[in-house]
């Protein structure tokens, strides 16, 4: 199998056995940084939702105004101000922090975080204001503190209803993720850019990545589409 | 009359080859701005510097009247291709991968590619052991990226960068230990910008590539002919030396 693969880029100018693992490493980048940007964002997220939803309008209105930042402006902006902003720090080069802020992935990473995380928040705000009042009533019939109503009976509902706006933020995300290229980072489009560069190739380049970018664009759809059969099968009309 | 009808149907596919190469009215070049001194924009907007000098010059000797557009770097070539303006006229070393797409006049200019880094590095350029663990900054597809790549690949990390401030930026932030750039460029970039006490450069500068060149379309050969033409006048004339004195204190003339 390999073997055929190695033969069959020996005969091609363009992919060769190095620039297809040069993709191969792009995407390897872009699933990590991807991934982790979601994991974190939806971590952070998930209180933050809850915290917009407080009556405390001080509380509410300071999730409001991160939110209303990170979903108001560019995230190529955002990348942009974070990672050379970042170097600018007075006294940043001296600390302990610089060799983690200086390499391209952290400052990348932490744009990502920050972006997804008020996206995700919003998604999660929507899906707990629109609860049924009969079911929190229900649940404070029965004695409920508002912290287990909140454990038991909203956020889970909750996410079944943000389930369908989650899966779009999370394929947003991936294909946001190609503009980590523009401060050096090599994911997939960094590949294709380096590659396109080197044999001035933009169609060949360009249409490999798409199609890397589809292939997991698919399997998002396909992952999310399972889960939604799940968590939604109490919303199937009944069948025979 | 037969005779006659032939002969005039001979005269006009005659005349129509004779026309067929195309006239020149309007030379429409390419440009990647900023690329301090060659080109960038002066303080109210417009554009200025050498390439932008000679190019006005070497228009004015073809009477030809030119535009100039303003293209990104890494899309220069495609745009040629796909007729968005007629000649690159930005900087751009001849080299055989590039012969390959387009047609290039003669050199018109030729600089050295130097070595930029912080007051406080030390490195020997030609010895690549000593970059090793450091990140060496280039802008991606230039002839200073194949070097960087050729030499130092193995031993450092090769940072490519689509736009040159974005490469300084990241010099200036100290994300970058060596920055491989065009020897003038980095010179009014980097060592006589503000803070440029800072940094210097690192050992001798190497000459890479046959120079730079105009290129266009294959197939617009006389267009290249026009240019080959008008570049050798100005070269000659003194406007080329003229130019030259106006940017740089020594010759980059090829």
């Known amino acids: 199998m390999y073997e055929t693969i190695e033969q069959l880029l020996a005969n091609n100018d363009i992919f060769t056995l190095s620039t297809v693992l040069e993709y191969w490493d792009g995407l390897v980048m872009t699933v990590q940084l991807v991934f982790l940007s979601l994991i974190i964002g939806l971590v952070l997220a998930i209180p933050l939702a809850i915290l917009r939803t407080s009556e405390n309008w001080l509380v509410n209105r300071s999730v409001w105004l991160f939110t209303y930042i990170f979903r108001g402006t560019p995230l190529l902006i955002q990348l942009y101000i974070i990672y050379y902003g970042v170097a600018y720090i007075d006294g940043i080069q001296q600390s302990m922090f610089w060799p983690i802020v200086r390499e391209a992935y952290v400052p990348t990473l932490f744009a990502f975080v920050l972006n997804t995380a008020a996206y995700t928040t919003e998604i999660f705000r929507g899906a707990i204001v629109a609860t049924g009042r009969g079911e929190i009533e229900a649940a404070m019939a029965y004695g409920m503190s508002r912290g287990k109503c909140m454990r038991r009976i909203i956020l889970p509902s909750a996410f079944r209803r943000a389930l369908p706006a989650y899966s779009n933020e999370v394929i947003f995300m991936l294909h946001a993720s190609s503009i980590a290229s523009v401060v050096t980072i090599i994911d997939i489009t960094g590949a294709a850019r380096d590659v396109y560069a080197r044999y001035y190739a933009p169609f060949e380049a360009f249409t490999f990545a798409a199609l890397i970018y589809l292939c997991l664009t698919f399997i998002l759809v396909f992952g999310f589409k ?7 099968r109490h919303l199937r009309p009944l069948s025979s | 009359m037969k005779k006659t009808l032939v002969a005039l149907f001979g005269a006009v596919v005659l005349s129509s080859t ?5 006239d020149w009215d309007v030379v429409r070049l390419a440009v990647d701005v900023p690329y301090e001194p060659f080109e960038y924009r002066a303080p109210d907007g417009s554009l200025t510097g050498f390439e932008i000098d000679l190019g006005n010059a070497v228009c004015e000797e073809m009477q030809v009247k030119c535009e100039w557009i303003v293209q990104a770097w890494d899309g220069i070539i495609p745009g040629l291709l796909a007729r968005k303006y007629d000649a690159i006229f930005s900087s751009m070393s001849i080299n055989e991968e590039r012969a390959k797409k387009v047609l290039f006049s003669e ?10 880094g912080p007051q406080a590095i030390n490195v020997d350029p030609f010895n690549p052991e000593t970059l090793k663990g450091l990140r060496v900054g280039a802008q991606r597809g230039t002839i200073q990226d194949v070097y960087a790549t050729e030499n130092y690949s193995s031993v450092a990390e090769i940072k490519r960068y689509t736009a040159g401030d974005d490469l300084v930026n990241d010099l200036r932030g100290g994300r970058l230990d060596v920055v491989v750039l065009d020897y003038p460029v980095g010179v009014s970039t980097i060592i006589e ?3 440029g006490d800072a940094y210097k450069v690192l050992g001798d500068n190497v000459q890479l590539g046959e120079g730079v060149g105009v290129a266009a379309r294959k197939r617009d050969t006389d267009l290249i002919e026009m240019f080959n033409k008008a570049l050798a006048t100005v070269k000659e004339n003194g406007v080329y030396d003229e130019i030259n004195a106006k940017y740089f204190d020594y010759s980059i003339k090829k």
């Open chain 1, 226 to 232: 399972q889960w939604e059969k799940r968590w939604h």
């Open chain 2, 107 to 116: 050199a018109y200019y030729n600089t050295p590619t130097g070595f930029f």
């Open chain 2, 193 to 195: 910008a503000d803070g």
């Open chain 2, 18 to 22: 004779a026309v067929q190469a195309k």
